[in-house]
C-alpha cells in the first residue's frame, strides 16, 4: 500500500519509522528547509510544501497511492481532505472542516450545541472590551503546543498577557477563556465511517500557572468507572458535534472539583508528546499509527486490546532536572524505560518546544518519580 503523508519534519519521525515497519510504502512532502529528516525513510519525497495541494493531487495520482495523512499536524488537514476528495478516497467532510479549523470556530459550535466548555470571550488587540470572570487562560485560536498560553489572575497582567498570546496567532486572535480547576484529561480516539472508538484515556502532568506546559502523561488515567463513562459520553457529544467521521482525535477534558467534566480543546489528528504513537500501544496493545493508515486507506479494522499495562511519558527540563535526569541518563539500569533522549538545552519552559529530552515507560504500575 502507497500512503501520502503531508510533511517530513522531526515531529514526524516515529510515524514514518512505524509506517514502515507496517510496511507502507511512503511518498512524502515536504520542503527541504523545514528540517526534512523523515526524507530518507521514505520511498520517494518531493520537496514540495504541503500547501501546494493541486501540485500534490497531480503526483499522487501519478504515483497511484491508496491514501493520504499528515498523522500529527493540525495545519495540513485541509490540504489533506482537499487531496483525498480529489482522489475519490472518504474523509471529513467539507462541514466538518470548517467547524475545526480553528479553536474559536469550534468553541462557537460547541456552545451551540449545549456541550459543556469554559465560559469565553474572544479579543484581537489588549485593548478590546471583554466580560469574563477571573482567573483566565489567555491563548491564541489558531496555535498548539501551549505557545502563547497564559494563566491571569487579575485585569492588571492581561495585557502582557494578551500580547504575547497574538504573537503566536497567525489571525491576530486571542481566547479569554474562564479558567477550570481540577485534573486534565487527553481522550485517544479513531473514527471511522461517524462511529467513534475510545482507545485510551490520558492523565496529563502540567508546570500549572501561568504557563501549563506538559511536563507528564499517564496511561491509563486514574478515574472511576463513573468518570471514564463520563468522559467517554462527553468526547463522542463532541466528536458528534464537529462532524468528525474519519481518522485520529486528541480531546482535552478537564474534571472540575465538582467532578464536572468541561471539554478544553479537539483536535481531529493524532495526539503529539508520544501519546498516540507509542503510549496507546504500550498501554493496551493497539497500533493506533497502524490504524490511522487503516482509515487514510480505507481498510479499517475495529481496534482490539490486547494488553492492559501502564505507560508514561517524562519530559526534561529546568522544572523537573532532578528527578528526571538521573532516569535518562541511566536508562539501561530500569527495565521499564523502552526510550529515552536528551536533545537540547535545559532550560526553565514556556511552551512544550522549550522541552530538551524524555524517557518513555512501560510497566504493571504507574511509575511515579
Known amino acids: ?56 493531487l497531480k503526483i499522487c495520482k501519478q504515483e497511484g497511492v491508496d491514501g493520504v495523512t499528515s498523522f500529527l499536524i493540525e495545519s495540513a488537514l485541509p490540504y489533506v481532505y482537499y487531496i483525498s476528495r480529489g482522489l475519490g478516497i472518504p474523509c471529513n467532510s467539507k462541514e466538518c472542516e470548517s467547524l475545526i479549523r480553528d479553536k474559536l470556530t469550534m468553541r462557537e459550535r460547541m456552545k451551540e450545541m449545549n456541550i459543556s466548555i469554559p465560559a469565553y470571550a474572544v479579543v484581537h488587540s489588549k485593548v478590546d472590551n471583554y466580560n469574563i470572570l477571573f482567573p483566565v487562560v ?57 462511529k467513534h472508538y475510545i ?11 501561568p504557563y501549563f506546559v506538559e511536563l507528564a502523561h499517564h496511561q491509563p488515567a486514574d478515574l472511576t468507572i463513573r468518570q471514564w463513562d463520563d468522559i467517554k459520553e462527553l468526547t463522542i457529544s463532541v466528536l458528534d458535534v464537529l462532524k468528525v467521521e474519519y481518522g485520529a482525535s486528541h480531546t482535552e477534558i478537564k474534571l472540575d472539583d465538582d467532578g464536572v467534566p468541561y471539554v478544553i480543546e479537539m483536535g481531529a489528528r493524532m495526539g503529539g ?10 498501554s493496551t496493545g493497539y497500533d493506533l499509527v497502524g490504524g490511522v493508515l487503516e482509515v487514510a486507506t480505507g481498510r479499517f479494522h475495529a481496534p482490539i486490546a490486547d494488553k492492559s499495562k501502564y505507560s508514561g511519558v517524562y519530559f526534561l527540563c529546568e522544572e523537573t532536572k532532578d528527578r528526571v535526569l538521573p532516569y535518562i541518563e541511566n536508562f539501561d539500569k530500569y527495565s521499564f524505560i523502552v526510550d529515552a533522549a536528551i536533545y537540547g538545552n535545559i532550560k526553565r519552559v514556556q511552551c512544550n518546544s522549550d522541552r530538551s529530552g524524555f524517557f518513555i515507560y512501560q510497566s504493571e504500575n504507574r511509575i511515579l518519580i
Request: with cysteine.
Open 1 to 56: 500500500m502507497k500512503i501520502a503523508v503531508l510533511g517530513a519534519n522531526y515531529q514526524y519521525l516515529s510515524f514514518y519509522k512505524q509506517a514502515k515497519a507496517l510496511g507502507y510504502e511512503i511518498i512524502s512532502f515536504g520542503r527541504e528547509e523545514d528540517d526534512h529528516v523523515c526524507s530518507e525513510l521514505a520511498d520517494k519525497f518531493y520537496n514540495i510544501s504541503f500547501t501546494e495541494k493541486e501540485q500534490i
Open 199 to 209: 482507545v485510551q484515556i490520558t492523565d496529563k502532568v502540567t508546570t500549572g500557572s
Open 273 to 282: 508528546d508520544f501519546i498516540q504513537s507509542d503510549l496507546v500501544k504500550l
Open 138 to 194: 489567555v491563548k491564541p485560536a489558531d496555535s498548539g503546543g501551549s505557545r502563547g498560553v497564559t494563566l491571569v489572575y487579575e485585569r492588571g497582567q492581561l495585557e502582557i498577557a494578551i500580547e504575547r498570546a497574538l504573537e503566536w496567532s497567525p489571525s491576530k486572535t486571542v481566547m479569554l477563556e474562564q479558567f477550570v480547576g481540577g485534573r486534565e484529561f487527553s481522550i485517544e480516539a479513531i473514527s471511522f465511517e461517524g
